[in-house]
């Protein structure tokens, strides 16, 4: 029989109902016995004893919130009877006994990528266009319209049709509402370059008219897109008077890799002429640049070259105890094989802060991570958004009513493994093993960064579903349930609702997905953000967002 409720650590003092139940219902779990005193629905959490105003609340081992007034046993935790509390944290009292996970399945194994003469291997390759200010995005756009469809890089657009359909109707029919069937346009589509995955047209609303720091960090993170191994080389368009100037861009790119040996194209407007002058030289270059990435082929590479981003949107009150566990076994096996693995959205580990200082290797490590969590959260107080705002409607609706209780569930995507560095936002990882990357809790954000700062691939867990991508590093999506799954089968690649009911362990659904790594990383499958063309980037504007 399909269980009904889950008691997530011996300490806890709330149930997660893991199905709907109705008011009235009797449940018995271990030495707890009880009857709802209203209906609960799934992913929601219940009082599994009498609590009064003032007591903690405890999930996951950890604090999560506090009785804002009394609840009884048996009755919801809302986001009325409950608010937000976290725990405190202090010096780092290490915690370093790690039991690696089997990983004879893995040891020895090897995906197919593309190798640069740093070191680093790529699972994709992939030419990017990217603007330093954006007074230039209007340029980008005109080339990514001349590049795309002329060399094989697009899809045929099936809505266009729908639209000309809907346009045809209304003609011949004087009526606006019709319904005409959405169908594929079968039109072959075969890429010029048969070893370049694609040309990045990235824009953004940077560079320039905002506070220095924002610029200094928008040149570190295009640096990190440059230097990233899906990347096989670049175009940048600079205006010549904004704040990101093409200087800066070269003391960030070297500072990061001294012997970057890339092709690399950077045109200033203002020193080029007409428009017309700068279009013909960047378009010809990027040509160029795109006949040699075209050059390279898939080796083998040990599986120690994956670096993966560690990421979740649209999180539901099951993330934490499916999709999010099952990421971090996958974590932990690539941290035991050799790899590299980042943990982002800073906001998203309040209140488990001790737990992964302690897991730190060092106390510079461990220091470093606290002053960039004290730093953000006084950032964030100032502006009058802290922490304890972070859950969004989304996931209150659906069970993650505080920061602690969404964050003690979004830690799990770390894994159990030693904290190996700490990096603050566009640092790039170098240290094999668990990173800690300080980033927004906003998905296209913190994706847009984890990109930036090495990863090649990204796993990004979600129980809501959302669409987000990012234009270099496969975004692998995997949802906290099957109904999610089924429900939005072209976002979702992975299903791990199979922890809920029972019928995989973590462990089994850990493997499973670094299987699925590995096919992605080699191209034997294009992710679903993939094959919707699903680019999103936003640099962040440090202390605006959460």
């Known amino acids: 029989m399909k269980q009904k409720i889950l008691k997530i650590h011996p300490q806890d003092n709330v149930l997660v109902a893991l ?22 629905r799934a992913k929601h959490k219940f009082a599994s004893h009498d609590l009064n105003k003032g007591d903690i609340i405890m999930m996951y081992g950890s604090v999560v919130g506090k009785a804002h007034q009394s609840i009884g046993k048996g009755e919801v935790l809302t986001t009325e009877n409950v608010s937000h509390e976290a725990d405190v944290f202090g010096k780092r009292i290490p915690d370093l006994d790690w039991s690696p996970p089997d990983i004879s399945k893995f ?18 390759n992939y030419w990017v266009v990217i603007p330093l200010v954006f007074c230039e995005n209007r340029n980008v756009a005109v080339m990514k319209d001349a590049f795309l469809e002329e060399l094989g890089f697009t899809h045929p657009n099936k809505y266009k049709s729908y639209v ?23 039109i072959e589509v075969s890429p010029i370059f048969k070893q370049v995955d694609g040309i990045k047209f990235l824009t953004h609303q940077g560079g320039c008219g905002s506070i220095r720091q924002d610029s200094e960090a928008l040149c570190a993170l295009i640096a990190g897109y440059l230097n990233n191994p899906n990347v096989a080389g670049g175009t940048i368009l600079s205006l010549g008077c904004q704040n990101a100037q093409i200087s800066i861009l070269k003391d ?64 539901d009150g099951f993330s934490g105890i499916s999709a999010n566990p099952a990421v971090g076994h ?16 800073f906001p998203e580990l309040c209140g488990v802060e001790q737990q992964l200082i302690n897991r730190c290797t ?34 209150i609706k659906d069970g993650l009513i505080t920061d602690a209780m969404k964050s003690a569930g979004a830690a799990k995507k770390g894994g159990t493994s030693p904290i190996t560095d700490v990096l603050d936002y566009t640092e790039y990882a170098h240290k094999p093993g668990l990173n800690l990357l300080c980033t927004p809790g906003n998905d296209v954000e913190s994706t847009t960064a ?22 270099i590093a496969p975004v692998i999506k995997i949802s906290s349930n099957t109904d999610l799954a089924q429900r939005m089968p072209d976002l979702i690649d992975v299903d791990a ?50």
Not at 285 to 301: D, S, V, W, Y
Not at 365 to 384: C, D, H, L, Q
Not at 503 to 510: D, H, N
């Open 19 to 40: 199905d709907n139940l109705d008011q009235g219902e009797a449940l018995e779990l271990n030495d707890c016995s009880l009857q709802l005193k209203q209906a609960v």
């Open 107 to 124: 040891k020895g194994r090897s995906f197919l990528g593309y190798h640069r003469s740093d070191g680093q291997v790529g699972t994709a």
């Open 164 to 186: 000309r359909k809907l346009v045809t109707h209304y003609q011949n029919e004087s009526a606006a509402k019709v319904a005409i069937a959405l169908e594929e346009e079968q």
């Open 252 to 315: 960030k790119l070297h500072a990061l890799n001294p012997d970057f040996d890339k092709p690399l194209h950077i045109l200033e407007q203002q020193n080029e002429g007409t428009e017309e002058d700068l279009l013909v030289k960047a378009i010809t270059l990027t040509f160029h640049g795109l006949t040699e990435a075209n050059k390279a082929t898939r080796e083998p590479a040990s599986l120690e070259k994956l670096t993966l981003g560690l990421e979740c949107g649209g999180s």
């Open 330 to 345: 996958a974590s932990d096996i690539l941290v035991a094989l050799g790899g590299k693995t980042m943990l982002a959205e």
């Open 362 to 395: 060092h106390d510079a490590i461990a220091n470093r991570f606290t002053k960039m969590m004290e730093a953000y959260s006084n950032a964030a107080v100032a502006v009058g958004s802290g922490f304890d705002m972070n859950p969004s409607p989304g996931n």
């Open 450 to 471: 984890l990109a930036g700062s090495g990863a090649n691939i990204i796993l990004f867990t979600t129980g809501l579903g959302t669409p987000t991508g990012n234009p």
């Open 497 to 546: 609702g199979s922890i809920i009911t029972g019928e995989k362990s973590i462990p089994q659904m850990g493997e499973e997905l670094m299987e699925y790594i590995i096919d992605v990383a080699s191209g034997k499958i294009k992710t679903k953000a993939q094959q919707l063309g699903q680019d999103d980037f936003i640099p962040w504007k440090r202390g605006i967002s959460l």
